[in-house]
Every structure is written in C-alpha cells, then in structure tokens.
C-alpha cells in the first residue's frame, strides 16, 4: 500500500488511507444525491477520525469493578448445598436485586 502524503489526502489532513477513503466516499455520495457534502455530519466524522480514543479508564473500569462486586455478593448468598437448579435460581435473583440497587458510590 503506498504511503499517503498529507498533501494528497482531504484538506491536506493526517488521515490514513482507509480514513481518507471513507471521506471521499461520503462525499461522493452526498454529491451523486444533490446534497450538501460539507456538513456537521462530515466534521464530527474528521473530528472522530483526528482525536484518538480518550483514556477513560474510570469510566468502563468502574463499571466492571462495580458489576464484579455486586456478582461476588450474589454469589456469596448461595448455599453450597443447594441443587444446582436452585443455586442458579437464587443467583440470577440475587444478581437482579444487586442491579436494582444501582452502583455503589
């Protein structure tokens, strides 16, 4: 695959070809269907493409830590010697109590 100078790519933008490829494309549909190309849509997707991913880690990391806890206190109210069956029923109502409760804060 030849290397993209910026020059060539869509407003001179440090696209990677595939990104520069999906511009172009949007663009020429807009176009083959009479409309405006240059749009809000358009520069939410070169903003999307331009600012890398935010490391939010806080965000998915509290939920999975949340969502593990209330798991390990559902679990924790579960007889070990209860019949299979009726250990998974308890959990998966132990789990929808947990849910309920919300998230801790």
Known sequence: MPDIDPKSTFRGLPLT???DAEVRH???KKKQHGEPWDTPELAAMLKDML??????DEGLGASADE??????R???SIDEEM???????????AME??????PKR
């Open 17 to 19: 070809a595939e990104q």
């Open 26 to 28: 949007y663009i020429k």
């Open 51 to 56: 600012e890398p991913p935010s490391d939010d």
């Open 67 to 72: 969502t593990k806890a209330a798991a390990e």
């Open 74 to 76: 559902a679990a924790a």
């Open 83 to 93: 019949d299979p069956i009726e250990a998974s029923e308890e959990l998966k109502a």
């Open 97 to 102: 109590s947990e849910g309920m409760k919300g």
